[in-house]
Nanobody, 115 residues
Framework: QVHLVESGGGSVQAGGSLRLSCAASGNIFSITAMGWYRQAPGKQRELVASMPNGGSTNYVDSVKGRFTIARDNAKNTVSLQMNSLRPEDTAVYYC?????????WGQGTQVTVSS
C-alpha cells in the first residue's frame, strides 16, 4: 500500500503564492508519474500539472506560467509552487501518484484565493 500526505494549502489574497507538497510512503516498488489535480465546488476534478518519468511536464492551460511542479525522486515527493493566484484557482487540490501500476490519491488540501 502507498500512502500520500499533502501539506501546504491555505487562504491567500489574489496575486499571492502558496506551495503544496506531497510525500509518498509505503511499499513503493516504482513510481511512473506524480501530479496534482483540483476540484472546485460544483465542478469536475481536473488535472492541474503532471510529471511522468522521463517525459515532459504537463499543465492545464489556465495555470501555465503561474504554477510549477517539481519532483524529488530520491524522497518520493512532489510539490506545486503556485504564484499569481486567482480566485478561480480556489479548489481542493489532490496529489496523485501512479505507483506500483496503481493510482493513489492524497486526502486533499483546500486552497482559497480571495479577491
Amino acid at each position: 500500500q502507498v500512502h500520500l500526505v499533502e501539506s501546504g494549502g491555505g487562504s491567500v489574497q489574489a496575486g499571492g503564492s502558496l506551495r503544496l507538497s506531497c510525500a509518498a510512503s509505503g511499499n513503493i516498488f516504482s513510481i511512473t508519474a506524480m501530479g496534482w489535480y483540483r476540484q472546485a465546488p460544483g465542478k469536475q476534478r481536473e488535472l492541474v500539472a503532471s510529471m511522468p518519468n522521463g517525459g515532459s511536464t504537463n499543465y492545464v492551460d489556465s495555470v501555465k506560467g503561474r504554477f510549477t511542479i517539481a519532483r524529488d525522486n530520491a524522497k518520493n515527493t512532489v510539490s506545486l509552487q503556485m504564484n499569481s493566484l486567482r480566485p478561480e484557482d480556489t479548489a481542493v487540490y489532490y496529489c496523485n501518484v501512479d505507483a506500483n501500476f496503481r493510482h493513489y490519491w492524497g486526502q486533499g488540501t483546500q486552497v482559497t484565493v480571495s479577491s
